[in-house]
């Protein structure tokens, strides 16, 4: 409540928009403000509760989600603008080749979840990093880092072989699409953001401008995402997806699709997965490893960060690759 | 038509959010969403989209107008609608809408079963009675009286107490589940209500997969919904 006092306070103050008489600004301002006047008539009307339970996932999402992004956004500013040429080049393999794999396993030292590793994969693109190298840290970092192998560990108990399963066909997913990269790389258009230009600003104001910068581009699609995901949740009932556990190629590919459409944490994922016990091993692990690599909030999220067109031949590719390398490594380890 | 998002509307996007965030913190709100560990990252994470929205705007007060062409794409106005839907709706704790949807679960078997404390009735949350329940080897539920909260969610032929679980956030949810036998008509939905009872076996031929584990009430009272009304 304060917040909306504070900012349509300043709204007032700023010159920007003083041309028309009613900006955005002040209508965004009105809005918020009719909504907090309005609230306790509007709970009595939306008193329902499939909505109560959609609204309430909607926004869990969201909150749980923010705290990584704007970690995430952090970082990736700290590499557009505060890391140095010398570093960075010393740190980053000269051949592309060679970045793929340093880039998939140093997802492993990045605790984060996938909303982070958008923006921090743009910011590394941004900075020269090889695309292919960036978009295999993008893949490996929420899939394989440690939280998310502890979790798969408590989550599967006396069955380590999981855990295994789930690094070595995450990894795969990266490093594969980080060659593929490089091969089609080329006919893949890729358009990142710009940044705010340097207008000779301090040095901590374009830090935190191009975090904010960045925050703003993802965190729309993040919503958007959240909204699907919520609705799937609240929508399809859990015993449509558990109907199909039976037959096993069928079981893989709804487990991948329920992945893809319901875009929960790569942190948590292991429990959901586990509470799907009609489901064979291979369909938990195709549920585990196209989760993190794609799902509807990071694909969104993508087209927002590198374009719709990259986003619409990025994520299709992504899903095809965990599924046939989930299978694969279930196959021989499961 | 979408209107692209200008410079001040995007300090007034971000400082609502981070305003929003710092609501559901202070408020204790954060528990219907997150788990609670969750409260100092969301506090930092608040604080800052509050804060530095408006330093920005104050530091490039003087460059405001060169700034317009650099927008930032029509979906950012999405960024109102969970502020906007928390309002609205007020998102309450999950309920018996999840429990009735997902049917119940069992949480997977904790090891070793320590053995039951001596109290009468003894306290259990949903978690531990189940697992007992399900997986206890000696029995050590049978004739005891046991103590269980949670809200009322409905089913068929009767009603159950209900607790939601989660093990990253709300979208992760999912109930366990204690069928109630008890006389009289069945509470409303999402009244939260105190049983005391005892273990009704299920029949040893059951599968115990689709087993519902269910007490005899004795006594069922009413009581106020808890601060964290999730169970982990």
């Given at each position: 409540?304060?917040?909306?006092?504070?900012?349509?306070?300043?709204?007032?103050?700023?010159?920007?928009?003083?041309?028309?008489?009613?900006?955005?600004?002040?209508?965004?301002?009105?809005?918020?403000?009719?909504?907090?006047?309005?609230?306790?008539?509007?709970?009595?009307?939306?008193?329902?509760?499939?909505?109560?339970?959609?609204?309430?996932?909607?926004?869990?999402?969201?909150?749980?989600?923010?705290?990584?992004?704007?970690?995430?956004?952090?970082?990736?500013?700290?590499?557009?603008?505060?890391?140095?040429?010398?570093?960075?080049?010393?740190?980053?393999?000269?051949?592309?080749?060679?970045?793929v794999p340093?880039a998939g396993l140093s997802g492993m030292?990045?605790?984060?979840?996938e909303?982070?590793s958008v923006?921090?994969s743009?910011?590394?693109?941004?900075?020269?990093?090889?695309?292919a190298a960036a978009l295999t840290f993008l893949l490996s970092a929420p899939a394989i880092n440690?939280?998310v192998l502890?979790?798969t560990?408590?989550?599967?108990?006396?069955?380590?072989?999981?855990v295994l399963a789930r690094f070595v066909a995450s990894l795969s997913v990266a490093l594969v699409m980080g060659w593929l990269w490089l091969?089609l790389?080329?006919?893949?258009?890729?358009?990142?953001?710009?940044?705010?230009?340097?207008?000779?600003?301090?040095?901590?104001?374009?830090?935190?401008?191009?975090?904010?910068?960045?925050?703003?581009?993802?965190?729309?699609?993040?919503?958007?995402?959240?909204?699907?995901?919520?609705?799937?949740?609240?929508?399809?009932?859990?015993?449509?997806?558990?109907?199909?556990?039976?037959?096993?190629?069928?079981?893989i590919?709804?487990m991948a699709?329920?992945a893809f459409?319901?875009?929960?944490?790569s942190?948590?994922d292991?429990?959901?997965a586990?509470?799907?016990?009609?489901?064979?091993?291979t369909?938990q692990l195709a549920f585990m490893v196209v989760g993190p690599a794609i799902d509807?909030?990071l694909a969104?999220?993508q087209?927002?960060?590198?374009?719709?067109?990259?986003?619409?031949r990025f994520a299709p590719l992504t899903f095809a690759v965990a599924v046939i390398s989930a299978v694969l490594v279930g196959w021989w380890l499961? | 038509?979408?209107?692209?998002?200008?410079?001040?509307?995007?300090?007034?996007?971000?400082?609502?959010?981070?305003?929003?965030?710092?609501?559901?913190?202070?408020?204790?709100?954060?528990?219907?969403?997150?788990?609670?560990?969750?409260?100092?990252?969301?506090?930092?994470?608040?604080?800052?989209?509050?804060?530095?929205?408006?330093?920005?705007?104050?530091?490039?007060?003087?460059?405001?107008?060169?700034?317009?062409?650099?927008?930032?794409?029509?979906?950012?106005?999405?960024?109102?609608?969970?502020?906007?839907?928390?309002?609205?709706?007020?998102?309450?704790?999950?309920?018996?809408?999840?429990?009735?949807?997902?049917?119940?679960?069992?949480?997977?078997?904790?090891?070793?079963?320590?053995?039951?404390?001596?109290?009468?009735?003894?306290?259990?949350?949903?978690?531990?009675?189940?697992?007992?329940?399900?997986?206890?080897?000696?029995?050590?539920?049978?004739?005891?009286?046991?103590?269980?909260?949670?809200?009322?969610?409905?089913?068929?032929?009767?009603?159950?107490?209900?607790?939601?679980?989660?093990?990253?956030?709300?979208?992760?949810?999912?109930?366990?589940?204690?069928?109630?036998?008890?006389?009289?008509?069945?509470?409303?939905?999402?009244?939260?209500?105190?049983?005391?009872?005892?273990?009704?076996?299920?029949?040893?031929?059951?599968?115990?997969?689709?087993?519902?584990?269910?007490?005899?009430?004795?006594?069922?009272?009413?009581?106020?919904?808890?601060?964290?009304?999730?169970?982990?």
């Open positions: 409540m304060d917040g909306t006092e504070t900012s349509s306070g300043r709204s007032t103050a700023a010159p920007a928009t003083r041309r028309r008489l009613l900006g955005q600004t002040e209508l965004v301002a009105i809005i918020l403000m009719g909504t907090l006047l309005s609230q306790r008539w509007l709970i009595d009307l939306l008193d329902f509760r499939p909505l109560q339970a959609w609204s309430t996932m909607f926004v869990a999402i969201v909150v749980q989600a923010l705290p990584f992004l704007v970690g995430g956004v952090l970082l990736a500013s700290f590499i557009s603008v505060l890391l140095s040429e010398r570093v960075l080049a010393a740190v980053v393999p000269k051949r592309s080749g060679l970045a340093v030292a990045l605790p984060g979840c909303c982070a923006p921090i743009g910011s590394l693109i941004r900075r020269g990093v090889p695309p440690p939280i502890v979790s560990a408590v989550a599967f108990p006396g069955q380590p072989e999981m091969t790389g080329g006919k893949v258009p890729m358009r990142l953001p710009k940044l705010p230009p340097d207008a000779g600003q301090p040095k901590l104001v374009r830090f935190l401008g191009s975090a904010q910068h960045d925050f703003l581009h993802a965190g729309g699609f993040l919503v958007l995402g959240a909204m699907i995901a919520a609705s799937i949740n609240v929508l399809v009932p859990r015993q449509v997806v558990d109907s199909v556990a039976e037959s096993f190629w069928l079981g590919l709804v699709l329920f459409l319901i875009a929960i944490c942190e948590a292991a429990f959901v586990a509470s799907m016990s009609s489901f064979s091993p369909a509807v909030k969104a999220m087209s927002g960060t590198f374009g719709r067109a990259f986003a619409v499961l | 038509m979408v209107v692209a998002v200008n410079r001040t509307t995007q300090t007034l996007v971000v400082t609502v959010i981070g305003a929003f965030v710092l609501k559901i913190c202070l408020e204790g709100a954060h528990v219907r969403f997150v788990k609670d560990w969750m409260f100092w990252p969301l506090l930092v994470c608040g604080t800052f989209l509050l804060v530095v929205p408006l330093l920005l705007a104050w530091a490039q007060r003087r460059n405001q107008e060169e700034h317009h062409q650099h927008g930032v794409p029509a979906a950012t106005w999405l960024m109102l609608a969970p502020v906007a839907v928390a309002f609205a709706i007020s998102p309450p704790a999950l309920g018996s809408y999840v429990a009735e949807r997902s049917g119940g679960q069992t949480p997977q078997a904790s090891g070793v079963m320590a053995p039951l404390l001596d109290e009468d009735p003894l306290p259990l949350t949903l978690g531990m009675f189940l697992s007992y329940a399900d997986y206890d080897p000696d029995r050590s539920l049978a004739d005891r009286r046991v103590l269980l909260e949670g809200f009322v969610s409905h089913r068929e032929d009767g009603w159950s107490v209900s607790r939601i679980t989660m093990s990253c956030c709300a979208a992760d949810a999912y109930a366990l589940t204690v069928q109630v036998h008890a006389d009289g008509p069945r509470p409303a939905r999402d009244t939260w209500v105190q049983v005391i009872g005892t273990w009704v076996e299920p029949d040893p031929a059951q599968d115990p997969l689709t087993v519902v584990q269910a007490v005899r009430a004795e006594r069922v009272s009413e009581i106020a919904e808890p601060p964290q009304p999730y169970e982990y």
